[in-house]
Nanobody, 125 residues
Framework: HVQLVESGGDSVQIGGSLTLSCEATGWKCDTCCMAWFRQAPGKEREPVAAAVTDGVISYTHSVKGRFTAFRDHAKNTLSLQMNSLEPEDTAMYYC????????????????????WGQGTQVTVS
């Protein structure tokens, strides 16, 4: 069975840094989209970063210049380096994958992303 396992969530101070990791097991697709999403209590789930390859990564506007994602096909992982963290970044962060399409469309996450991790909590204060 397929598992996406996230790690790295923690409580950090404002302005601090944190790196999240997601490892996929039981599945590997070098032409499929993997992405990070986040959801804060009472808020809608939103995409953070998404990529099919490490060469082309899309970021949501609020994290551009602060977050950097890395898609490592060899290790079958997707990481997210987060810098200059703000209280607004506080959320449960989820790793997800679209196993069917060869592109990322995070707007359709509810229908396109079939694989999800359990989430890792990031708290910035």
């Amino acid at each position: 069975h397929v598992q996406l396992v996230e790690s790295g969530g923690d409580s950090v101070q404002i302005g601090g840094s944190l790196t999240l990791s997601c490892e996929a097991t039981g599945w590997k697709c070098d032409t499929c989209c993997m992405a990070w999403f986040r959801q804060a209590p009472g808020k809608e789930r939103e995409p953070v970063a998404a990529a099919v390859t490490d060469g082309v990564i899309s970021y949501t506007h609020s994290v551009k210049g602060r977050f950097t994602a890395f898609r490592d096909h060899a290790k079958n992982t997707l990481s997210l380096q987060m810098n200059s963290l703000e209280p607004e970044d506080t959320a449960m962060y989820y790793c997800a994958a679209d196993p069917r399409r060869g592109y990322c469309d995070t707007r359709k996450w509810s229908t396109d992303f079939g694989y999800w991790g359990q989430g890792t909590q990031v708290t910035v204060s």
